[in-house]
T-cell receptor
């Protein structure tokens, strides 16, 4: 089944404790991205990747890092999480060209 | 200013009623995508529209892209409680380099 898988689905942690949210897709998509979704602000793109070893900042990259060492994986790293990073996070992938973007089920992060 | 405006922000209808959600851009849309999201869950892809005047249907949901490719509407006929959720439009806009621009969503409540 074609899907985007992200883990964990839920995480409660404390300020400053490094964490990684993993994302994997099995559709051989070139383009992958991370979003955060907050009430009243909608979906905002954090980082994106056009292909392996090619990553770039989205609209709200501060406090986040990503890597794209393999085509299928695109982890999101919070080196020193802070409470303002409490949010619902989505990983997504798509082919380059006109095509639908597929989303993971989301990761709800709470930073205390 | 928001590049993709959705209206209304929220909508409450009685089961069985028809409804329409709009998505408007000031720029030409090269691809328009409708998604549905249950609160706190992932985005489910509904339909993709590319050509001016294009119309697609899936069960009781119909989406159209206007001839100028700057506005799309999503119409639900004979709404049911299962239609409740957040509807988001996403679009490929000129110069966006595969980044989807999203509207802020329309929260639909269907009362039995």
């Amino acid at each position: 089944e074609a899907q985007v898988t992200q883990n964990p689905r839920y995480l409660i942690t404390v300020t400053g404790k490094k964490l990684t949210v993993t994302c994997s897709q099995n559709m051989n998509h070139e383009y992958m991205s991370w979003y955060r979704q907050d009430p009243g602000l909608g979906l905002r793109q954090i980082y994106y990747s056009m292909n392996v070893e090619v990553t770039d900042k989205g609209d709200v990259p501060e406090g986040y890092k990503v890597s794209r060492k393999e085509k299928r994986n695109f982890p999101l790293i919070l080196e020193s999480p802070s409470p303002n990073q409490t949010s619902l996070y989505f990983c997504a992938s798509r082919r380059t060209g006109a095509s639908a973007q597929h989303f993971g089920d989301g990761t709800r992060l709470s930073i205390l | 200013s928001q590049e993709l405006e959705q209206s209304p922000q929220s909508l409450i209808v009685q089961e069985g009623k028809n409804l329409t959600i709009n998505c408007t851009s000031s720029k030409t849309l090269y691809g328009l995508y409708w998604y549905k999201q249950k609160y706190g869950e992932g985005l489910i892809f509904l339909m993709m529209l590319q050509k001016g005047g294009e119309e697609k249907s899936h069960e009781k949901i119909t989406a159209k892209l206007d001839e100028k490719k700057q506005q799309s509407s999503l119409h639900i006929t004979a709404s049911q409680p299962s239609h409740a959720g957040i509807y988001l439009c996403g679009a490929d806009i000129a110069g966006s380099n595969y980044k989807l621009t999203f509207g802020k969503g329309t929260l639909l409540t269907v009362n039995p």
